[in-house]
């Protein structure tokens, strides 16, 4: 199980007053592009929530690099996904009293890696943010607030960089370009890449997809 950057086996969760939810195992090689296909509520936030190490599996283990995050004491774990795990989220969730900038160093700064002025700089002039880089996420549109979180996902190049429906609030040309750059970016920064949609259409762009199927 070395081998996979990410390996589950047997997990399930059960929220308090929902349904059970299964899930089959997955093995990621490393360098991989993973799609994870289902429509609402087939469970792709709860599977990429237990993978990111967010919330306990009712059932089962998830191995990232072989370590067995859920082994982890609390502390650990987060210093272990702050340095090995990037996310994006369906919204971006940056902090909106941070520049560009500052919020891209934060990252840096909790994973314990010395803030690294031009990494940050390339990293942003590859999204062609470098202009905006001293600007608040509230003088941004939506599409940079959407690249300064891909940044932010991937200014530590993680081992692992999870994105849970990064285009859901895209329209459709955005959403192309957004996938494009999501791998190429990842590729560059040797990140072995899931992403988590509803949208069948990008079941073509993948060379890996797991299905949920819906509840
Ligand atoms: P998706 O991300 O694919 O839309 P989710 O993982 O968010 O799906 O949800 C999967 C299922 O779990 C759905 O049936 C949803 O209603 C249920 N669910 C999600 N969050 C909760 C919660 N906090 N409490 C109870 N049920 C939940
Ligand atoms: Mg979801």
Redesign the pocket.
């Known amino acids: 199980m070395n081998d996979f950057v990410l390996h589950t086996e047997s997990l399930s969760y059960q ?5 059970k ?1 299964i899930f089959e195992n997955l093995n990621i090689p490393t360098q991989q592009h993973t799609l994870i296909l ?12 237990l993978i990111a190490g967010f919330s306990a599996p009712t059932t089962g283990k998830v191995y990232i690099q072989g370590q067995d995050i859920y082994q982890l004491q609390e502390t650990n774990l987060d210093k272990f996904r702050a340095k090995n795990l990037g996310f994006i989220f369906q919204e971006a969730h940056l902090l909106k009293n941070l520049t560009v900038a500052e919020n891209i160093k934060l990252a840096q700064s909790l994973a314990g890696f010395p803030v690294n002025e031009s990494e940050v700089a390339a990293l942003l002039e590859k999204l062609q943010l470098a202009a905006l880089s001293n600007r608040k996420p509230n003088e941004l549109s939506r599409g940079q607030v959407q690249r300064v979180a891909i940044a932010r996902a991937l200014i530590n190049r993680p081992a692992l960089l999870i994105a ?2 990064p285009t859901a609030s895209l329209d459709d040309k955005n959403t192309f370009l957004v996938i494009e750059l999501i791998k190429a970016l990842a590729d560059e920064q040797g990140s072995t890449l899931i992403i ?1 949609t ?1 949208d069948k259409r990008l079941k073509d762009e993948f060379n890996n997809n797991y299905q ?1 199927s819906a ?1």
């Open positions: 929220y308090p007053k929902g349904s939810l289902g429509e609402s509520g087939s469970g792709k936030s709860t599977l990429l929530n849970d429906e988590s509803h949920l509840l």
